[in-house]
């Protein structure tokens, strides 16, 4: 009977999933296997929360799998190795897994591919799984990806999408093969306690639940910092609970001005991913250099130190780092207030924000984190790389009333209304009593220092 391995990644579900499809068709046995494997870790992924979500998706698969007759196979070492490992136990012909745009990945791909075929087995690597359209799938005539995101969005709207495969009724693993013991959320220290739970079941309830009562609002709601009426998917996204073709396809079933601009915002994942495909460079250097000299030295880290404590005396910056701690999850509005204020106010280097973001965010993700810092701080594709967001005007705008700041900063939680953003307007004896701090310097000097480092004083 032949045998296949469905290698899992970045791709942590049963349904729509291309590769274990694949590995199924000739109706022989199957090992779904997932490799922890130290390098990844070293390569950034190890974040406390990240791991303890991934907890709850190896046991939500297992889970899965159990319920047709399978189980996942858990193995610990170097991918290759491991690969190579299990398929010489179970005399595997083919092994199947999702593509994927790190150089990290890519270079897991190749080394893999070499191994398996010097073994006289075949890799196949499978798109579409955990992007709706795959990189490279449209570009531009004259260059390998879009560096716009507005004709790429015209682009991929076009692209028509594969069906969505249905979940698996039986996986039979072969006897044989030993399994590590599955990791527990429990046993990961350092987690933010309001972390969300992973898993595909948990995934696909949120999806349902965002689809019924949620995404129709989305076009007017999605920068309510207070109302919080986001979809929260993005963790399912990274670790693939949820296949991104079906979250489209499912969206654009429901119909609507919502599900439209929601819609728009998950091809900024695939965007984004294709600008890494193509410049895997970008996740660590300037896709777009201005020659920034980036302060640093003693006032520099102190500054960085009061961004990351929350306490640069912005209320909405603070709220919105305090809410990346306690949740490991932070809004997009929020996320970028936080960046603009770190690159353009403070003008600090775009990847001291990228480093502490990717140390706490549940969805933290190579690709959009990275090149979401570098839209930002006007060293990626953003069309106008000089624009600063002024945390006042946005907090009036996107919390009006202040109920975000007052969830999140509890010294300020019994300052109400719209004060509660600028503080210092506050009698001294009332802000003293607060603790909180003064701001870390006046916007009007942060945006000085930016027009004269940008040389456009
Ligand atoms: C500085 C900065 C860092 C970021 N880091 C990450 C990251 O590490 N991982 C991550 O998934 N997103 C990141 N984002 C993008 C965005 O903030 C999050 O995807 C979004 O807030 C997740 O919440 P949601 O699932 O409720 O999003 P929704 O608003 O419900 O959007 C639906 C989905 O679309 C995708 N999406 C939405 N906005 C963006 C965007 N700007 N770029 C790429 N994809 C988007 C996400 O997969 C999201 O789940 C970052 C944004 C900024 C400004």
């Not at 709850?56 to 047709?68: N, Q």
């Not at 076009?219 to 609970?241: K, V």
């Not at 296949?243 to 915002?265: D, K, Y």
């Not at 600028?422 to 870390?440: D, F, H, I, Q």
Request: proline share 5%; net charge positive; charged share 30%.
């Amino acid at each position: 009977m032949q045998t296949s391995i469905v290698v899992f990644t970045c791709d942590l579900r049963l349904s729509d999933h291309p590769p274990l499809r694949a590995a199924l068709h000739g109706g022989g046995r199957v090992v779904p296997l997932f490799v922890r494997d130290p390098a990844v870790d070293r390569a950034g992924f190890a974040a406390p929360n990240r791991l303890a979500f991934l907890a709850d998706c190896l046991r939500d698969l297992d889970t899965g799998l159990r319920k047709r007759g399978g189980r996942l196979v858990l193995r610990e070492g170097d991918t290759v190795t491991e690969v190579c490992r299990v398929a010489a136990e179970t005399d595997a012909d083919e092994v199947h897994m999702t593509g994927d745009t790190s150089a990290f990945a890519c270079v897991r791909e190749r080394r893999l591919r070499r191994a398996l075929e010097a073994d006289g087995r075949r890799l196949y690597v499978h798109d579409t799984v955990s992007t709706a359209v795959a990189p490279g799938a449209v570009a531009p005539v004259s260059s390998d990806h879009f560096a716009v995101f507005t004709p790429y969005y015209r682009r991929w709207s076009g692209q028509s999408l594969r069906d969505v495969l249905d979940t698996p009724r039986v996986i039979t693993v072969p006897d044989e093969v030993a399994s590590a013991p599955l990791p527990e959320r429990g046993e990961v220290s350092g987690v933010s306690p309001k972390l969300c739970a992973g898993g595909e079941t948990e995934g696909r309830r949120r999806f349902t639940a965002w689809l019924r009562s949620g995404v129709q609002t989305y076009e007017t709601r999605h920068d309510d910092l207070a109302g919080d009426a986001t979809s929260r998917l993005s963790p399912h996204l990274h670790f693939g609970t949820l296949s991104p073709v079906e979250v489209v396809r499912r969206a654009r079933e429901a119909g609507g001005v919502g599900a439209e601009a929601f819609v728009r915002q998950v091809a900024w994942r695939d965007f984004n991913r294709q600008v890494l495909a193509a410049r895997p460079d970008a996740a660590a250097r300037d896709y777009r250099t201005h020659r920034d000299q980036w302060r640093d030295g003693k006032d520099a880290e102190a500054d960085a130190e009061a961004w990351r404590e929350g306490r640069t005396g912005y209320p909405v910056v603070d709220a919105a780092m305090r809410q990346l701690r306690q949740e490991g999850w932070m809004h997009n509005r929020g996320r970028l207030l936080t960046a603009s204020f770190l690159t353009k106010t403070l003008y600090l280097d775009w990847r001291v924000g990228a480093r502490y973001f990717l140390g706490l965010l549940v969805d933290g993700d190579v690709a959009n984190n990275q090149l979401n810092w570098q839209w930002m701080a006007g060293t990626g594709t953003d069309t106008r790389p000089n624009r600063v967001l002024n945390p006042v005007i946005q907090a009036k705008r996107h919390d009006p009333d202040g109920a975000y700041v007052r969830r999140w900063v509890p010294e300020l939680a019994d300052i109400e209304g719209a004060v509660v953003h600028e503080p210092w307007k506050l009698p001294a004896r009332e802000l003293s009593g607060t603790g909180y701090p003064e701001p870390v310097v006046s916007l009007a000097e942060g945006l000085d220092r930016l027009k004269r480092a940008r040389g456009r004083a």
